[in-house]
Nanobody, 114 residues
Framework: QVQLVESGGGLVQAGGSLRLSCEVSGTIFNIIALGWFRQAPGKARELVAS???????SNAVDAQGRFTISRDNAKNMMYLQMINLKPEDTAVYYC????????WGKGTLVTVSS
């Protein structure tokens, strides 16, 4: 059974930084693409960034270079480094593996105060 556990969310002031982590178990981690999604209050869940098995990354939201997705295949971990956070980045952030598969974590809340 695939399990995903996010961590690293919290309350941060605008301009601050956070690093989200996602631990993945129960699947062949190093051959699948992964993704970070987010869902803001009252809005649909959206793809934030994705990373392929060979490390090719893609940002789906216009974060203007503020978000960086990465992975550590040796540790079955995925990360999202976020800098210069803005109040509009406030959301629950979820990891998903495989990228378009049925498995989600429970999410980690990021709150950015102005």
């Amino acid at each position: 059974q695939v399990q995903l556990v996010e961590s690293g969310g919290g309350l941060v002031q605008a301009g601050g930084s956070l690093r989200l982590s996602c631990e993945v178990s129960g699947t062949i981690f190093n051959i699948i693409a992964l993704g970070w999604f987010r869902q803001a209050p009252g809005k649909a869940r959206e793809l934030v960034a994705s990373i392929t098995s060979d490390g090719t990354t893609s940002n789906a939201v216009d974060a203007q270079g503020r978000f960086t997705i990465s992975r550590d295949n040796a540790k079955n971990m995925m990360y999202l480094q976020m800098i210069n956070l803005k109040p509009e980045d406030t959301a629950v952030y979820y990891c998903r593996a495989p990228l378009w598969g049925p498995y989600w974590g429970k999410g980690t809340l990021v709150t950015v105060s102005s």
